[in-house]
Nanobody, 123 residues
Framework: VQLVESGGGSVQAGGSLRLSCKFS????????MGWFRQAPGNEREGVAT??????AYADAVKGRFTIFRFDGENTIDLQMTDLKTEDTGMYYC????????????????????WGQGTQVTVS
């Protein structure tokens, strides 16, 4: 599975950004996909996952971030609002053929397919 992220950038605290991930090259359709992030010096952490059209979120972003899937376009988006400085980091799109029980932001280890990442900087 090939994953290509776009939409990162720099924004002031309180602002919004929308990330997009286009996926292709799959043999089995990846019903579970997600967004993860990594700040300098920190481990990669889950932000949001989506299984079919049901999203799950890390506590740190609940109520501020929304994950979308657009099947006809093989795309998932992450709408980020009320951004905080602690949201700064490299954001990665990931995919897996894992089942719904493992399609959660705290299951980084179950995602074998990753994009190159897009930088989000909140100041």
């Amino acid at each position: 599975v090939q994953l290509v992220e776009s939409g990162g950038g720099s924004v002031q605290a309180g602002g919004s950004l929308r990330l997009s991930c286009k996926f292709s090259g799959y043999t089995l359709y990846p019903y579970c996909m997600g967004w993860f992030r990594q700040a300098p010096g920190n481990e990669r952490e889950g932000v949001a996952t989506i299984y079919h059209f049901e999203g799950a979120y890390a506590d740190a972003v609940k109520g501020r971030f929304t994950i979308f899937r657009f099947d006809g376009e093989n795309t998932i988006d992450l709408q980020m609002t009320d951004l905080k400085t602690e949201d700064t980091g490299m954001y990665y799109c990931a995919a897996t053929n894992a089942d719904a029980s493992r399609c959660r932001p705290d299951r980084t280890q179950d995602f074998p397919y990753w994009g190159q990442g897009t930088q989000v900087t909140v100041s």
